[in-house]
């Protein structure tokens, strides 16, 4: 039988404070509050890993407690207040539980701490009374050997968590919150971010990115695919890995002049396309917002969606990518605005009886988001079906593409009444022959490009 410990952790002389919520809080706010309670936990973003050699415990507590120091998210709650809205409140002080597991003499760390994380992931959080991060730890032979991160996604979304991971790393190892800010740009916190938001600068931002967004909502297809007929009781998992995409995606987007990001992308919409039977594609597309000043070192949650539409996504594919790239671009500089203020001028829009696109396909690059991950697979590609989910109402399918260190993997959760198991065999199997077949045309092609002509001289070269 493992123990267990909870240790609290004192914290004092933070930053204190309190404002409007930012779009982002409210936004996942909003949407976890109207979840069953059961499913309130999936909006957790959570991390583990082993620590080897081993970490003394006081040295990661001190970490810890320079880290709540450096980003006011883990220290902020979030209330409702009587009109209706969401103010954020940054605590200067209070207690940080650190769950504690000891591994016994026989007992592996490493599975002790793997259930620790999952005890922890699956609890969901109180904003309004808690601070939105739990710590877990498996200590053995007096060290650290396993430490767990999991935090509410009104805290963090994917790059949030990767740069905490990395300024928890670099605290252990002896850095100061003051050093760490003195190597990179400065990183709004929460409360100053919420102060742009309100500012005049702010909502013309806002006003202008969610006007190109209604105005794309007004040119794409007003269905991809056929209704479902009836909602199903789960959506299926599958995971295609494949060791030769990443390679694959590098020799495409470099004979593009593009990002891997946007040859992903690329071949998603046309797998779409092609599926739905249509000549177009609408993608709703996950974009970290980490490009705009004073967002990219930032702990806090600033990813948005932004709608991105390919006429033509069904011709060559090589200038598919090409167009894709060029489209991604201005999709992304749109995604930034309040995504309740969008939902209510939507919902105007439809009782108009303004014919809008479908937003029901979701592409989510993750890949520079979290860290690879451990990759036990051999050199083959292979598709599994690692576990279903409660259904999503809205969702065709929604697809994340994930590194790790051998293979690049997409994951697509799908509505199995419209895109039965075979068809999402054939998305993501297609997905991949796309740019496997382009990077094997671009490099014949650049092979032809650089062999010596052979055979007799022409009279210009005689």
Same mark, same amino acid.
């Given at each position: 039988? +493992?123990?267990?410990?909870?240790?609290?952790?004192?914290?004092?002389?933070?930053?204190?404070?309190?404002?409007?919520?930012?779009?982002?809080?409210?936004?996942?706010?909003?949407?976890?509050? $109207?979840?069953?309670?059961?499913?309130?936990?999936?909006?957790?973003?959570?991390?583990?890993?082993?620590?080897?050699?081993?970490?003394?415990?006081?040295?990661?507590?001190?970490?810890?407690?320079?880290?709540?120091?450096?980003?006011?998210?883990?220290?902020?709650?979030?209330? /409702?207040?009587?009109?209706? !809205?969401?103010?954020?409140? %940054?605590?200067?002080?209070?207690?940080?539980?650190?769950?504690?597991?000891?591994? =016994?003499?026989?007992?592996?760390?490493?599975?002790?701490?793997?259930?620790?994380?999952?005890?922890?992931?699956?609890?969901?959080?109180?904003?309004?009374?808690?601070?939105?991060?739990?710590? !877990?730890?498996?200590?053995?032979?007096?060290?650290?050997?396993?430490?767990?991160? %999991?935090?509410?996604?009104?805290?963090?979304?994917?790059?949030?968590?990767?740069?905490? #991971?990395?300024?928890?790393?670099?605290?252990?190892?002896?850095?100061?919150? *003051?050093?760490?800010?003195?190597?990179?740009?400065?990183?709004? $916190?929460?409360?100053?971010?919420? *102060?742009? $938001?309100?500012?005049?600068?702010?909502?013309?931002?806002?006003?202008?990115?969610?006007?190109?967004?209604?105005?794309?909502?007004?040119?794409?297809?007003?269905?991809?695919?056929?209704?479902?007929? @009836?909602?199903?009781?789960?959506?299926?998992?599958?995971?295609?890995?494949?060791?030769?995409?990443?390679?694959?995606?590098?020799?495409?987007?470099?004979?593009?002049?593009?990002?891997? &990001?946007?040859?992903?992308?690329?071949?998603?919409?046309?797998?779409?396309?092609?599926?739905?039977?249509?000549?177009?594609?609408?993608?709703?597309?996950?974009?970290?917002?980490?490009?705009?000043?004073?967002?990219?070192?930032? #702990?806090?949650?600033?990813?948005?969606?932004?709608?991105?539409?390919?006429?033509?996504?069904?011709?060559?594919? &090589?200038?598919?990518?090409?167009?894709?790239?060029?489209?991604?671009?201005?999709?992304?500089?749109?995604?930034?605005?309040?995504?309740?203020?969008?939902?209510?001028?939507?919902?105007?829009?439809?009782?108009?009886?303004?014919?809008?696109?479908?937003?029901?396909?979701?592409?989510?690059? +993750?890949?520079?988001?979290?860290?690879?991950?451990?990759? /036990?697979?051999?050199?083959?590609?292979?598709?599994?079906?690692?576990?279903?989910?409660?259904?999503?109402? =809205?969702?065709?399918?929604?697809?994340?593409?994930? $590194?790790?260190?051998?293979?690049?993997?997409?994951?697509?959760?799908?509505?199995?009444?419209?895109?039965?198991?075979?068809?999402?065999?054939?998305?993501?199997? =297609?997905? @991949?022959?796309?740019?496997?077949? *382009?990077?094997?045309?671009?490099?014949?092609?650049?092979?032809?490009?650089? *062999? /010596?002509?052979?055979?007799?001289?022409?009279?210009?070269?005689?």
């Amino acid at each position: 039988m +493992t123990t267990r410990q909870l240790l609290e952790l004192a914290f004092s002389s933070g930053r204190t404070g309190s404002g409007p919520a930012t779009w982002g809080q409210r936004a996942i706010w909003d949407a976890v509050r $109207q979840l069953p309670p059961a499913d309130a936990p999936r909006y957790n973003i959570a991390t583990a890993a082993p620590l080897d050699p081993g970490l003394p415990l006081p040295v990661l507590l001190a970490a810890l407690e320079r880290l709540l120091h450096l980003h006011d998210s883990l220290h902020t709650r979030l209330l /409702p207040d009587e009109a209706g !809205g969401l103010r954020q409140v %940054v605590d200067g002080e209070g207690t940080l539980g650190v769950h504690l597991r000891p591994a =016994g003499e026989h007992q592996d760390p490493a599975e002790i701490g793997a259930r620790l994380h999952r005890e922890l992931a699956a609890q969901a959080f109180d904003t309004a009374t808690q601070w939105p991060i739990r710590i !877990g730890a498996v200590t053995a032979d007096g060290l650290v050997r396993h430490i767990s991160l %999991v935090l509410s996604h009104t805290a963090v979304d994917g790059s949030g968590m990767s740069r905490l #991971v990395a300024d928890l790393s670099a605290l252990c190892l002896g850095s100061s919150p *003051e050093e760490l800010a003195q190597l990179r740009e400065p990183a709004q $916190q929460p409360l100053e971010e919420a *102060e742009f $938001q309100t500012s005049e600068r702010g909502l013309r931002r806002d006003a202008g990115a969610r006007a190109q967004f209604t105005r794309k909502l007004r040119l794409g297809p007003a269905r991809l695919f056929p209704p479902a007929a @009836e909602q199903p009781a789960r959506f299926p998992n599958a995971v295609l890995r494949s060791p030769a995409l990443p390679r694959a995606a590098e020799r495409v987007a470099a004979r593009h002049r593009v990002s891997t &990001g946007s040859v992903l992308l690329a071949a998603t919409a046309a797998m779409t396309a092609r599926l739905a039977g249509t000549s177009e594609a609408v993608l709703n597309v996950v974009v970290n917002n980490r490009f705009l000043p004073g967002l990219a070192h930032a #702990v806090s949650v600033v990813a948005g969606d932004g709608l991105f539409h390919l006429p033509d996504a069904t011709g060559d594919f &090589g200038e598919v990518v090409r167009r894709t790239h060029a489209a991604a671009i201005g999709t992304y500089r749109h995604a930034y605005y309040d995504k309740l203020a969008l939902a209510a001028e939507t919902d105007r829009l439809t009782t108009e009886g303004v014919r809008l696109a479908d937003r029901s396909c979701v592409f989510n690059d +993750t890949r520079e988001l979290l860290p690879a991950t451990a990759d /036990p697979g051999g050199d083959r590609t292979t598709l599994t079906w690692p576990v279903e989910f409660e259904p999503r109402p =809205g969702l065709t399918y929604a697809l994340d593409a994930l $590194q790790s260190a051998e293979a690049l993997s997409l994951a697509m959760t799908a509505d199995p009444s419209v895109l039965p198991r075979p068809a999402m065999e054939r998305f993501l199997y =297609g997905i @991949e022959e796309l740019i496997l077949t *382009e990077a094997a045309t671009d490099a014949r092609t650049d092979t032809a490009a650089t *062999e /010596p002509a052979t055979g007799p001289a022409t009279a210009d070269h005689a």
